[in-house]
């Protein structure tokens, strides 16, 4: 899910028509009146379509290795940085010069960016959507002073279903499946 589709923004993405030429980005936040469309993007899981890619999943390879729901946040590794979106919605240039002349405005953004992933966070925390299987890492969770949550598995048969998340305007975005090993195949 792009950066900018989260935090209710358009990031385009100019591609030129010659084959392997490199693309001009499109900043979302060009000049500040834009920051009235940034919207904070909330925790929420549609359980609906949660629910229907799971049996899906289960129905495809359920009888062969374990299945485990993640219903963590969208807001992890890149997405919860305040860094990422910044230089995206604005453009790295724009930025370092925000800094000495729009200091005010930038520090804005800079703490919507901040205050939106923890509220996400806390939002995923209570309707218990962390559990010890979630994970924003590039690699397999790995700890000996927790008590195994599912002891039964291994890496080798195990496959992680994140939850078909919505923000709370009703868009929707595509489940995605995460094989162990650090491997990521889109369903």
Same mark, same amino acid.
């Not at 289960?58 to 009888?63: E, M, Q, R, T």
């Given at each position: 899910? @792009?950066?900018g589709k989260i935090w %209710?923004? +358009? +990031?385009?993405?100019?591609?030129p028509e010659d084959t392997g030429g490199a693309f001009k980005e499109v900043h979302p936040i060009q000049g500040w009146t834009e920051l009235d469309q940034l919207v904070v993007p909330h925790h929420q899981v549609d359980e609906e379509r949660t629910q229907a890619g799971l049996e899906m999943l +289960?129905? /495809?390879? %359920?009888?062969l290795i374990d299945i485990d729901l993640d219903q963590g946040t969208l807001l992890r590794r890149h997405g919860a940085s305040i /860094? *990422? @979106?910044l230089c995206m919605m604005r453009g790295i240039e724009p930025v370092m010069l925000d800094m000495y002349e729009h200091p005010d405005e930038l520090h804005q953004l800079a703490a919507t960016l901040r205050d939106g992933p923890l509220l996400n966070h806390q939002e995923a925390e209570e309707a218990g959507?962390?559990?010890p299987t979630t994970q924003c890492n590039q690699a397999e969770v790995?700890? *000996? *002073?927790?008590e195994d949550p599912a002891p039964t598995r291994t890496v080798k048969n195990a496959v992680s279903f994140t939850a078909t998340a919505r923000r709370r305007n009703s868009r929707s975005f595509r @489940?995605?499946?995460m094989m162990s090993s650090c491997c990521s195949t889109r369903c």
């Open positions: 899910m @792009p950066l %209710g923004l +358009h +990031h385009q993405l100019l591609r +289960h129905d /495809a390879v %359920g009888d /860094a *990422e @979106p959507d962390w559990s790995y700890c *000996e *002073e927790l @489940p995605k499946c």
